[in-house]
């Protein structure tokens, strides 16, 4: 049972415009996220999180939105840049313990900007 | 910046070796982990640790096990490989064992033949 669901296994996006990348979870005790950039041979590098109390995260040319109703999340990335060339991982947790105390991925989309 | 270095980006090994994969990091996190990435399925957890000595299993234990005799280093170790551990691996660190990003090496490519 995928409890993190990237529903786009790719996305093509122009250079300068907007891309949205989008994550959805179906466990109600999640309450941190995560997005995760990775470039092929290189591990993981952490992004951006967001907690359950907040909406929206913003850092630079990234920002998380949170719907917590729906169960949704989605990354912004504004203005796109070749560079941002890449898979996008979600992730999230539960900080009351059990079956939410690991940090759970989604199966990532890979994002292609052209320039 | 945080560190987590992996001692061999690339390996290969036979099927019924034993196989070990060392992972150390500098922040003095108390958390490590360990990670398999294959297509389609995302990043999954195998094994983690929340202090010296101490380990959980992960999403998908079987045919592995890990050793954690201090504190910034981590080893993950394959008891007797198989063809269906090929696989990218990865290793963690973080500050807490929730609630705080975790830190990823750049991994190592494991084939068994």
């Known amino acids: 049972d995928q409890q993190v669901k990237q529903n786009s296994p790719s996305l093509s996006v122009q250079e300068g415009r907007i891309s949205i990348l989008n994550c959805d979870y179906t466990?109600?005790?999640?309450?941190?996220f995560l997005w995760y950039k990775k470039y092929p041979a290189e591990g993981p590098t952490f992004l951006i999180s967001i907690s359950s109390i907040k909406d929206k995260n913003e850092d630079g040319r990234f920002t998380v939105f949170l719907n917590k109703s729906a169960k949704h999340l989605s990354l912004h990335i504004v203005p796109s840049q070749p560079g941002d060339s890449a898979v996008y991982f979600c992730?999230?947790?539960?900080?009351?313990?059990?079956?939410?105390?690991?940090?759970?991925f989604g199966t990532g989309t890979l994002l292609a900007v052209q320039p | 910046d945080v560190k987590v270095t992996q001692s061999s980006r690339y390996l290969v090994k036979r099927t019924g070796e034993k196989v070990f994969l060392e992972c150390v990091q500098d922040?003095?996190?108390?958390?490590m982990f360990w990670y398999r990435q294959d297509p389609g399925l995302g990043l999954r957890l195998i094994y983690f640790?929340?202090?010296?000595?101490?380990?959980e299993k992960g999403d998908i234990p079987e045919g592995y096990s890990v050793s954690r005799e201090k504190k910034e280093r981590f080893s993950l170790i394959l008891e007797s490989a198989s063809t269906n551990q090929t696989s990218m691996y990865l290793c963690a660190s973080s500050l807490h064992l929730l609630g705080s990003p975790q830190h990823f090496g750049d991994g190592t490519r494991l084939s068994i033949l």
């Open positions: 640790s929340y202090d010296v000595k101490m380990k």
């Open positions: 922040m003095d996190h108390e958390n």
């Open positions: 992730a999230a947790s539960g900080s009351k313990g059990g079956a939410t105390n690991k940090l759970i």
């Open positions: 466990n109600s005790m999640f309450d941190y």
